[in-house]
């Protein structure tokens, strides 16, 4: 088990937790790594687009990162995201931020449909390249599901799917409850509308990462999920960074807020120790 103590983040970090902490992170972080195509379209909605930050220096052999935001299905915009794309972009790598339909214009499962139509799009922009899931809270069942709905999300997960990064996801360790969520679930999360629910025969690697103070996802979230995914016999493993809340596992992927967390150096490490090869489900 990972961990760091939330004593460590600059004083004006935690001061973030109170105020509109995207639009401050975003207005400091800097923009040289990167060049960045806003709003293109993936589909005829306006929330069906995505920005894409192509690497200033490319990193060789690179996968294609593709980033979804959280915001409980209900809020939550790509725009946001700039200082996570500028975190991955200073490194090498090549990011995409999609946008997806939101309640109350959208319910289960047209979330997983705009995030794999999304996917299908950036694998177009970047052919010849694999794809790393990475998402937060909402975003990171969206990348869960989209791997494991391949019948609803229309990727093609073995050949595209490099790995998948879970930050915070809901999985259905409990099941939905409160509005709008059961309205936005109708199964309450208690079928394979959940990574819990769901069964898969191949997946790439994947890691899912919980904080250990978060109660608006508990962490059971992702311990289930990976002990159900290794019984099954797939690649999949959980860290509980001790001492993170909800948002702390994207907030410190910002350069200026990493309270030296080893979370964004671990997923790099994770993103760079994957299998190479056609078929990223080999085991």
């Known amino acids: 088990m990972k961990s760091f103590k939330l004593s460590a983040l600059p004083a004006l970090a935690m001061l973030l937790v109170g105020c509109s902490a995207a639009g401050v992170l975003n207005g400091i972080t800097p923009s040289g790594s990167f060049d960045r195509d806003k709003n293109i379209a993936y589909g005829d909605s306006d929330r069906q687009t995505m920005d894409v930050y192509r690497a200033s220096e490319p990193k060789a052999g690179s996968p294609l990162i593709v980033f979804v935001h959280g915001g409980g299905w209900t809020r939550g915009n790509k725009g946001m995201y700039k200082f996570v794309a500028e975190g ?3 490194d090498g790598f090549d990011v995409v931020v999609p946008n997806y339909r939101i309640y109350p214009s959208s319910i289960y499962p047209e979330m997983i449909v705009d995030t794999g139509a999304a996917v299908n799009a950036a694998a177009d922009m970047f052919p010849d390249r694999s794809i790393v899931l990475i998402g937060h809270s909402a975003g990171a069942y ?4 989209a791997a494991m709905a391949p019948e609803i999300s229309k990727v093609s997960v073995c050949p595209q799917i490099a ?3 879970s930050l915070a996801a809901p999985t259905g360790a409990y099941p939905m409850t409160d509005a709008p ?5 109708p199964g309450r999360f208690k079928g394979d509308d959940a990574p819990m629910g769901r069964t898969a025969d191949r997946l790439p690697p994947v890691w899912l990462i919980n904080g ?3 109660t608006t996802v508990g962490p059971a979230n992702a311990t289930l999920l990976a002990e159900r995914l290794e019984e099954g016999g797939l690649r999949a493993s959980s860290t509980i960074y001790e001492d993170m809340n909800h948002i702390d596992p ?4 910002s350069r200026h807020f990493d309270g030296k967390s080893p979370l964004k150096s671990d997923i790099v490490r994770f993103i760079d120790g994957l299998p190479t090869g056609t078929d990223h489900c080999a085991l």
Request: aromatic share 14%.
């Open 212 to 214: 250990g103070e978060d």
């Open 142 to 145: 969206n990348v869960l599901m």
């Open 163 to 165: 790995g998948i990064v």
């Open 250 to 253: 994207v907030r410190v992927l």
């Open 181 to 185: 969520y059961t309205t936005i679930f």
């Open 88 to 90: 991955f972009t200073k």
